[in-house]
């Protein structure tokens, strides 16, 4: 862990380094296509299913992403998942994308999550079982590749924030270079108009405007969780400022994607370190999390509240 926070502070100054940055586990779940009317049963149909499943996982987990070195057991371990409906033909492809995304605690084995998101909408993409994955960061290949390389991106930002202030600030504009190479005329999920899609996510970590979720990231984080087991009462005080952080940006944006996301994340986690916390603590932390996600506040109930 204390060799991940040295990382951040050398990564602009070294040129290539080896070793992989993720450890990805990929699904492919294809069983809504075994139960209609566009079955693919044969064993050669469900081969392409696991050569895609194939091709994303080495896609993500056999490239460089930064010039950081991980060693095997500091590798980010995060989820992709892609729940397909609809095959339109041997290439063409329709389905979900759920993405999730954990960091460990330190001087624990306690894992937190960072980022649980399932994709509104459908995503539409094309996959070739005879061909590789491609990607350039300055040109667009595919849908697919792009929208991988885009939540790589993402990923690494969200995991660096929360060892360091900004720290993920460069992963977030790779992310929004990825984006901007992707033609929004002919893919949905990029475009400004959904307020709850990619094109949101990106806007919202590159915005200045909103420069205290980066900072909520690393109270809850580094100065409250991973010093849980040193110091429990000035953690849980890192933690309210986190959230007092969130307020702040809700403040400027009540429903801004990211915001509501970090909520939905930790809700259950803040019951856990609160419960035990004095009242004066949970009454604080139910007034916060009833001004920045409402919808959440129930889960909340066993707070002592006024």
Same mark, same amino acid.
């Given at each position: ?38 079955a693919y *049963? %044969? ?15 080495? #896609? ?16 980010? *371990?995060? %989820? ?6 609809? =095959?339109? &033909?041997? @290439? ?8 999730? +995304? ?6 624990? @084995? ?29 040109? #667009? ?20 924030? %929360?060892?360091?202030?900004?720290g993920g600030?460069?992963?977030?504009? $790779?992310?929004q270079q ?23 996510? !990106?806007?919202?970590? @590159?915005? &200045? ?18 010093? !849980? ?6 953690? =849980? ?9 969130? $307020?702040?940006? %809700?403040?400027?944006?009540?429903? !801004? +994607?990211? +915001? ?7 809700? $259950?986690?803040?019951?856990?370190? #609160? ?7 949970? $009454? ?6 009833? *001004? ?15």
């Amino acid at each position: 862990m204390r060799r991940i926070l040295s990382i951040v502070l050398i990564m602009f100054c070294f040129g290539v380094a080896q070793g992989q940055e993720f450890r990805c586990n990929v699904t492919i779940n294809y069983q809504k296509l075994l139960t209609t009317t566009q079955a693919y *049963e %044969s064993a050669n149909d469900k081969k392409v299913f696991d050569n895609m499943k194939e091709a994303i996982e080495n #896609f993500i987990n056999g490239r460089r992403w930064s010039v950081i070195e991980f060693q095997q057991q500091e590798q980010i *371990e995060w %989820s992709f998942s892609l729940i397909l409906t609809q =095959r339109n &033909s041997a @290439t063409d492809f329709v389905g979900q994308i759920n993405v999730q +995304l954990k960091r460990p605690v330190y001087n624990s @084995t306690y894992s937190t999550g960072l980022f649980n998101y399932m994709e509104q909408g459908n995503f539409a993409f094309s996959y070739n079982d005879s061909q590789p994955l491609d990607f350039d960061p300055n040109n #667009f290949s595919s849908i697919l590749s792009s929208t991988v390389a885009y939540y790589c991106y993402v990923m690494m930002g969200l995991y660096f924030d %929360s060892f360091s202030p900004n720290g993920g600030d460069v992963f977030y504009q $790779q992310a929004q270079q990825v984006a901007q190479a992707v033609d929004i005329s002919k893919y949905s999920g990029w475009d400004s108009h959904n307020t709850r899609n990619r094109y949101w996510f !990106m806007e919202n970590h @590159t915005n &200045s405007a909103y420069e205290q979720l980066h900072e909520a990231y690393y109270n809850y984080h580094r100065l409250g969780l991973d010093m !849980m087991t040193k110091d429990q009462p000035k953690a =849980r005080q890192a933690i309210i400022q986190a959230l007092r952080n969130l $307020q702040t940006v %809700s403040k400027r944006n009540a429903n !801004m +994607l990211s +915001l509501q996301q970090f909520v939905d994340v930790k809700i $259950q986690e803040l019951v856990s370190i #609160f419960t035990p916390a004095p009242a004066e603590e949970q $009454q604080e932390v139910y007034n916060l999390i009833q *001004e920045i996600s409402p919808i959440n506040v129930v889960k909340l109930k066993g707070f002592k509240t006024k």
